[in-house]
């Protein structure tokens, strides 16, 4: 065999080893699909949904997720897939018959017979799929969140949450998605890495246009109004000079009212359209931003009949808050959960702020699981690293805020919560959350026992007037929390019983005790107590 012919082999084993090792760690975008779209379900896709997609939604969902109209039909069928557009038990239901039939988003014609449309293409890849045969639920999800766990009641339909006008919160408000925004050239959305995502008219004439140019670019939203009410618009807009900083802005097919915000350089800023103020019924809207002078940028609107928002308060969440009643679950009074809920944009929920109000009690929460229509995915795991004990001052059970995908649409979609433990935190027995702190050592039992014999008469004696129910409750009637304020604050110091702030908020800061002698004799009998109390410390 020629030397040439070794080379020849030696180099082909050099690029097969290459090829590995360039690859090494990376899923292969083939291998990807192959676990999640089968020659059936694809070969139905391109039969049934996948054309309409094609023929009507390439403007935008070809690179816009979902990517449902990719030149990629494997592409395409996994952003439905994974994005839960299609609801197998009610096709009628699926995301995609609904943006058209009742947001009315980018029809082709008229929007109910392009609605009845897409469902009879649904409909039929279901008879031509196993992909129909399930609920339609994402995978890798546990029925109840898991075995054990201890489960809340179901929410209303996220849709009935934020239609109940008896919520307060935020429910005459609308944050308008940018994403759903029909475009008129020369209106385009930019997305940049400094700036963010912003719809403006990229020229540079220097002109102002009439409000009835043909040549102006326009963006419009249909959006909906769930109390009626007199509404403004505020924009977050870039208004670099005097003239790149108009538009035209009005509702529905009133007459647009002109909006030159003030200059301000490079930065961004929240301003009030002036003038427009209108009163808008319950139901589907739609708000015209029309382009008058090139340039100027929008990065977000809000349409408000809130009176006392002035933009600076708007931060990211416009939501509701729902609330959970945990009172028969865990045996205690007047417990709930409470989270925020945002219907974010098209096809995801923000939540943030869980907490659990608890006005006695202590509650030993850990691994709390978001459940979408009962269901659980790994994908939904932020607050699954709780573990704490939340008290009447300390509520929050997670600062996280997460984005979960929607699953049957916001009209459908609840939400429910599972626990790995929920429960009244004890001190009885052996050791639990409350009683850490305060020392090592010792039985929780004869601690507390300890306690009731040396310290806490003392509490019950002098300070019911304040610390039954003011923080620390170290007098509360309750013995179990009185307890666990004075372990985890911590009230004592079993090293230096004297520097105990029982005693130091009396014999020092001469606390609520009425005369010098009073608090001298009061705080020596918290000295006291506390040194006994040392022999069992927790």
Sequence with gaps: MSKNIYKIIILGMLTAILAVYTNCGKPSQLQFQSAAVTEESLSAFQTTVYPISRAHCIACHTTTSPKHASADPAEALLAIQNGNKIDWDTPSKSRMVLKLRTDKHNCWSDCDANADEMQAAIEQMKTMTTLGSGSGSSSGTTTGGASGFITTSESRSIQAELDDVSNPQKSNTVRLDLDSAMLTPPMVKTADVVKGTYLSVNQNKNTTLAVNDPTAGVAYFNFNIRVQASYKVWMYVNAPTANDNGFYVGFDNTAPTTFDAAVNGTDFGWMMVPVLNQNLTIGTHKLTVRERKDGAKVGAIIVTADPSFNGTNVGSFVGV????????????????????????????????????????????????????????????SAF????????????????????????????????????EKLAVATVTGTTTGTTGGGGTGGNAAASLASFQTNVYPISRQYCVACHTQTFPEHASADINLAYARVVNEPLADFVTPANSRLVVKLRVNRHNCGSNANCDMISNLFEAGITEWKKNKP
Excluded: E, H
């Excluded at 009643?325 to 974010?344: E, Q, S």
């Excluded at 009447?392 to 805020?401: C, E, G, I, R």
């Design 384 to 419: 699954t690293t709780v573990d704490k004990t939340i008290t009447p001052a300390d509520s929050s059970v997670s600062t996280f805020t997460t984005i979960i995908n929607k699953d049957k649409g916001i009209t459908l979609d609840k939400l429910s919560f599972a626990f």
């Design 321 to 380: 808050t729902i609330s959970y009643d945990l009172a028969p679950t865990i045996n205690a009074a007047n417990v709930k959960l409470m989270i925020d809920v945002a219907d974010y944009d098209a096809y995801s929920y923000k939540l943030l702020n869980p907490r659990i109000v608890t006005p006695t009690k202590n509650i030993v929460v850990k691994n709390m699981r978001i459940l979408l229509n009962n269901y659980y995915s790994a994908q939904n």
